[in-house]
C-alpha cells in the first residue's frame, strides 16, 4: 500500500478509542463498557446476527473463517486501535467471518450500529473515511485472491512480509522492526502455504541476511532487497 491508502487504513487523525470507549462519566462507562477477553476467546462466530462494531483497545485478534472441509482460513489479524465488524454498517446481517482473541489478554469496546451510525451522521470526516476503510479491505481481499490463484509459496510469504512491514512495522535505521510476529502455522493459514514451506522460506531469508526474526518480532534488513527476492527463485 501506498501512504495514502496507509493514512485512510488507519483512520489518522480520527480518535477511534475516544469515540469508541468515552469513559468520562459513570454513564458513560455503563454506556460504552471495555470487555476483555482471554486467549482463543470468540468475540464472534460466523452465522450470528451483526449488531455491533468493535474497536481493539488492547492487544490483537484474528479475523478468519473455515473452509467445507474445515480448514481455517486466517483473513487478517489487526491490533490495538483497529477496526472489525464494520460490514455490520453497510447492511451485512449474519457474520461471514469469525473474530478470535490472540492474546492473552484482550480489550475490545463495541459500539451498537445505532451508535456508531448516529456518530457517522454527526461526524462527515469519520464516515468518509470508514467508507474508504471497507472499500480498502475489499481491495485487499481481492489481491490476495489473485495472490493464491497466480503467485507461487514463497512470493505469497515474501508479500505478507512486506504488507506487515508496510501495515505494522516501524523504520530503525536502514531497518524495519514489526514488534509482533506470528507463528509459521498462523502465517501458512494466512498466505494459503504449508507449515514447513513457511519455516524453509523464512530460515532461507534469513540465511540471506534479508530478515532476521524470533517469536515475538520480525525485523526486515533492506524493503527494497526483501521485494527483489520475488524475483529470484
Known amino acids: 500500500m501506498n501512504n495514502t491508502n496507509n493514512e485512510m487504513w488507519y483512520l489518522d487523525n480520527v480518535d477511534l478509542l475516544s469515540l469508541f470507549c468515552p469513559r468520562k462519566t459513570k454513564e458513560l462507562k455503563e454506556k460504552f463498557p471495555i470487555q476483555t477477553y482471554n486467549k482463543y476467546d470468540f468475540i464472534y462466530l460466523p452465522n450470528e446476527s451483526s449488531t455491533h462494531v468493535y474497536m481493539i483497545a488492547e492487544g490483537r485478534v484474528k479475523i478468519g473463517s473455515y473452509s467445507e472441509d474445515g480448514k481455517e482460513v486466517i483473513k487478517t489479524v489487526l491490533q490495538t486501535g483497529e477496526l472489525f465488524g464494520e460490514l455490520a454498517i453497510f447492511g451485512e446481517n449474519k457474520r461471514e467471518n469469525y473474530a478470535q482473541a490472540i492474546d492473552k489478554q484482550v480489550k475490545i469496546c463495541p459500539m451498537t450500529l445505532e451508535d456508531m451510525r448516529t456518530l457517522m451522521y454527526k461526524d462527515k470526516e469519520l464516515s468518509m473515511k470508514l467508507t474508504k476503510l471497507v472499500g480498502l479491505r475489499l481491495i485487499k481481499m481481492e489481491r490476495k485472491i489473485e495472490s493464491l490463484v497466480f503467485k507461487d509459496s514463497r512470493t505469497r510469504i515474501i508479500e505478507y ?46 540465511d540471506e541476511n534479508l530478515i532476521n526474526f524470533d517469536r515475538k518480532r520480525l525485523l526486515i534488513r533492506d524493503l527494497d532487497k526483501l521485494r527483489q527476492a520475488i524475483n529470484t527463485n
Request: net charge positive; aromatic share 6%.
Open 161 to 206: 512480509l512486506l504488507e506487515l512491514a508496510e501495515e505494522k512495522g516501524k523504520k530503525v535505521g536502514y531497518e524495519t522492526l514489526v514488534k509482533q510476529f506470528f507463528t509459521h502455522q498462523d502465517i501458512a493459514k494466512i498466505t494459503a502455504t504449508a507449515r514447513q514451506t513457511v519455516t524453509t522460506t523464512l530460515n532461507e531469508l534469513r
